[in-house]
C-alpha cells in the first residue's frame, strides 16, 4: 500500500506567518534611513565631470608624422572600420651617385567610431607608435556619418592624450628618449661652435 504524502508535497501553501501591520512600512523606512547616511554614488554629469582613469579608452588619436602607412592596425581591426589610402612617392637621392627610394604618402586615414568596439588592436600592432588612447569621450553625433572621424580629427584628438605615466625610479631610459636626447645635444653643440681652447694670453 502507497505511503500517505504530506499536504505540503501535494502542492498546498506553507503555513504562513500572522503579519504585524505596519511591519512592511517599518521595513520600508528603515532602508530609506540606511540609505540616506551612506555616501551617495551618482555622478552629476554633465553637471560635474566624470573623474576618469588614466587608462580609458574613449577615443582613438592618430599621430601622423609616425604613420608610416603599412596597413596593419586597418588589417587587423576586427571591425574593418579603420580606412586608409595612399600612394607611392619617389624620394631623390640623399646624396650624388645614391639610389631612388619611394615612399607612402598618406592621403586618407579614419576611423568609423559607430563600427569600432574599442579593443584598442590597432592600437597594439601599431609598430611606429602613430595611435593612442584618448580619455575624451563627448563626441555623440545626431547623424551617424557624422562617427566616422577623419584624419584632422584624429589627429585633434592628440592633443587630449595624456602623457605616460613616469618610470619607475631607477629603470633603464627607453632608447627612443635616449637617442633623441643625444640628437639635441649633438645640435646643441653644433650650435655653440667649437670652444676656443684655454691657452695662453698673448
Ligand atoms: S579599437 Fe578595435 S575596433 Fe576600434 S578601430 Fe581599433 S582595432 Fe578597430
Ligand atoms: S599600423 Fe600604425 S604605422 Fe601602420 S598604417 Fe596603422 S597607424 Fe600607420
Redesign the pocket.
Known sequence: MAEPVPSTRRGAAPPTRPRIPGSGLAKGLAVTLRTMTKKTVTEQYPDVQPDLPPRTRGVIG?FEE?????????RECPDWC?Y?DSHKETVPPAAPGGRERSRNV?DR?AIDFSLCMYCGI?IE???????FWSPEFEYAETDIRELTHERDKLREWMWTVPAPPALDPGAEEPKEIAAARKTAEKLAAAQTGPTEPQGEQP
Not at 66 to 74: D, H, Q
Not at 125 to 131: E, G, Q
Request: glycine fraction near 0%; aromatic fraction near 10%; charged fraction near 5%.
Open positions: 592618430l609616425n604613420c608610416t602607412v603599412c596597413m596593419l592596425c586597418a579603420i586608409i598618406l586615414f590597432c600592432v601599431c609598430p611606429f607608435d602613430a595611435l
